[in-house]
């Protein structure tokens, strides 16, 4: 087989050590063949505490464990591999990082979230589109629910409603919505899909409750937990016999990870996103219009208005 390259920009997300291990060690029992990550440039954010306090950590890790190169810069990574994916976990280093490895030419997979304001994003979009260049974004647990729901709901039986739940953990520099709320925004579009039209949030002491009015008249609805209420995550739905379901979502994140690097390994192969740009880019502006909707007391906003927002 070909084994083609992959590299890595940003080595202070826990992923790297685990996309790294799945497409590397042929040993894993969810190992992911074809592709191999070879080369890393560990980048880091000074002033974000997270990423400063591991970044030199996991990148030593991928050097002593499988081998892998480090970089001076980004533009090196993008020049010497087949496909990148774009790790860091500064949010507000997205939109100046894919513009530095764009210019090669390589298929880019984005970790969660792609950007953290719905003008970032979009400006993501445009350099794709000036590159051409395709670009793929996506949460692990999109993942975990479709799975569940395939379970729960065997035939086409129609999704009226859902509501997930999940951890809301805030990292000062990242926004509020963006860091965790990422991943149950992207299970409430898994579930009803892109076409929302309305959101408004409100903050109550257990929990922040983001409700989004899709266009059909469906509601999905996330409830973005304290910390001390756990990291376990939930969803039900509403079904077209009126009936709510639970979805059983299984714990063992390194399943959905699998998933998730199966897709990034087509994506690299065919430049097709699984989970297409634009419905990317309509999760963003949903977290951007739940942020500005808190702000404004639960006044609903449109998430079309956020495409240009900070």
């Not at 790297?16 to 042929?26: D, G, Q, R």
């Not at 030419?105 to 970032?120: H, M, N, Q, T």
């Not at 009226?160 to 999940?166: I, K, N, Q």
């Not at 690299?268 to 699984?274: V, Y």
């Amino acid at each position: 087989m070909n084994i083609r390259t992959i590299g890595l920009i940003g080595t202070d997300s826990s992923h790297a050590t685990t996309f790294t291990e799945l497409l590397n060690n042929p040993g894993d029992p969810l190992h992911v063949p074809g592709w191999r990550v070879t080369t890393a440039w560990p980048g880091g954010s000074p002033d974000f505490p997270l990423s400063a306090s591991r970044v030199g950590t996991i990148m030593d890790r991928l050097e002593t464990e499988h081998g892998i190169r480090r970089a001076d810069t980004p533009e090196e990574v993008a020049a010497s591999c087949d496909a990148l994916m774009l790790l860091s976990i500064d949010g507000r280093q997205r939109t100046q990082l894919f513009g530095r490895i764009a210019p090669y030419g390589k298929p880019v997979f984005v970790d969660k979230p792609l950007a953290i304001s719905g003008r970032e994003a979009a400006e993501i979009e445009a350099i794709s589109n000036a590159c051409e260049i395709p670009v793929f974004s996506v949460s692990a647990l999109r993942y975990a629910v479709l799975g569940a729901m395939k379970q729960a709901l065997p035939g086409d039986e129609p999704i009226l409603g859902a509501t997930v739940g999940g951890p809301l953990q805030i990292e000062p520099t990242q926004s509020v919505y963006y860091w965790y709320g990422i991943h149950l925004a992207e299970m409430l579009f898994a579930l009803l899909g892109p076409d929302c039209q309305s959101v408004r949030a409100e903050s109550s002491d257990e929990f922040d409750r983001i409700v989004g009015q899709w266009r059909d008249g469906r509601t999905g609805t996330a409830l973005c937990k304290r910390p001390e209420a756990g990291y376990a995550y939930e969803a039900e739905v509403r079904t077209g016999g009126e009936e709510t379901r639970t979805l059983a979502l299984d714990p063992e994140f390194k399943v959905h990870y699998a998933g998730l690097i199966a897709d990034a390994v087509s994506f690299f192969e065919t430049g097709i996103a699984p989970v297409p740009l634009g419905e990317t880019l309509a999760i963003i502006r949903f977290l951007n219009a739940a942020e500005i909707s808190l702000g404004a007391g639960g006044a609903p906003v449109s998430p079309d208005a956020c495409a240009s927002r900070s």
